[in-house]
């Protein structure tokens, strides 16, 4: 462990809770479509959402939509108020659209490292 942290293969050792144990049991992914794809406007959304702790994950992505975003709350409301008070806010977005989980079918962290053995 000490060589691959030394090597930077490790990036940041955490401990991972439970989402529904510390009040945060909703997950809502949102794909976000700004107006412009301009590297400024990229660069200060990114920026911004950085600095949010409900947002877990971000993705700048191709295809019908610039940004994936996976967000945690505790509750419908909670994330009524995210979007109202955050998201909503930022200048140059064009679309916002939510898509609550259900469910959660699989969740990793580990990377599979087979390829690394093939070596």
């Known amino acids: 462990m000490k060589n691959l942290h030394e090597q930077g293969f490790i990036k940041r050792a955490v401990t991972l809770l439970e ?3 510390v009040g ?3 997950s809502v992914f949102i794909q976000v479509t700004l107006n412009h794809q301009v ?4 660069q200060d959304f990114e920026s911004v959402i ?3 702790p409900e947002v877990m994950e971000c993705y ?3 295809g ?3 940004y994936l975003l996976r967000v945690v709350v ?3 409301q909670a994330y009524q108020e995210f979007l109202d008070k955050k998201l909503t806010e930022l200048p140059g977005i064009d679309h916002i659209k939510s898509s609550f ?3 959660q079918v699989r969740y990793r962290t580990e990377l599979p490292l087979d390829q690394l053995l093939e070596k």
């Open 19 to 21: 989402p529904e144990m």
């Open 24 to 26: 945060l049991p909703v």
């Open 39 to 42: 590297k400024k406007e990229l």
């Open 50 to 52: 950085g600095q949010w």
């Open 60 to 62: 700048l992505m191709t």
């Open 64 to 66: 019908d939509f610039d």
């Open 74 to 76: 505790p509750n419908l």
């Open 101 to 103: 989980s259900l469910k």
